[in-house]
Nanobody, 125 residues
Framework: QGQLVESGGGLVQAGGSLRLSCAAS????????MGWFRQAPGKEREFVAG????????LYADSVLGRFTISRDNAKNTVLLQMNSLKPEDTAVYYC??????????????????WGQGTQVTVSS
């Protein structure tokens, strides 16, 4: 069984940066599209960024385009999310996810089969 563990969340002032990391284990994730999602209190989980199995294709939500960068290192079984120019509206629990069947990223929550436990990101104004 695959496992995903996120780290790197925390409290940061608006305009600051954070880097989230997702460590994958238990199975081969190098053939899986990976993604980052977030969920704020009272809101549905939403897509943030996705990356293809090879790392050659990325996809971003309009709200983070130009500020966030997703990357992966298949040799280390890790996926990173570099978040710059953070805004208070970026405050949420951030989740790493992997799709068992897809090699290219999509935005749909239901297409991802493995989820981490989440890491809190809080951006103060």
């Amino acid at each position: 069984q695959g496992q995903l563990v996120e780290s790197g969340g925390g409290l940061v002032q608006a305009g600051g940066s954070l880097r989230l990391s997702c460590a994958a284990s238990g199975r081969t994730f190098s053939t899986c599209a990976m993604g980052w999602f977030r969920q704020a209190p009272g809101k549905e989980r939403e897509f943030v960024a996705g990356i293809s199995a090879s790392g050659g294709r990325t996809l971003y939500a309009d709200s983070v385009l130009g500020r966030f960068t997703i990357s992966r290192d298949n040799a280390k079984n890790t996926v990173l999310l570099q978040m710059n120019s953070l805004k208070p509206e970026d405050t949420a629990v951030y989740y790493c996810a992997a799709s068992r069947t897809l090699a290219i990223p999509v935005t749909v929550v239901a297409r991802f089969d493995y989820w981490g436990q989440g890491t809190q990101v809080t951006v103060s104004s």
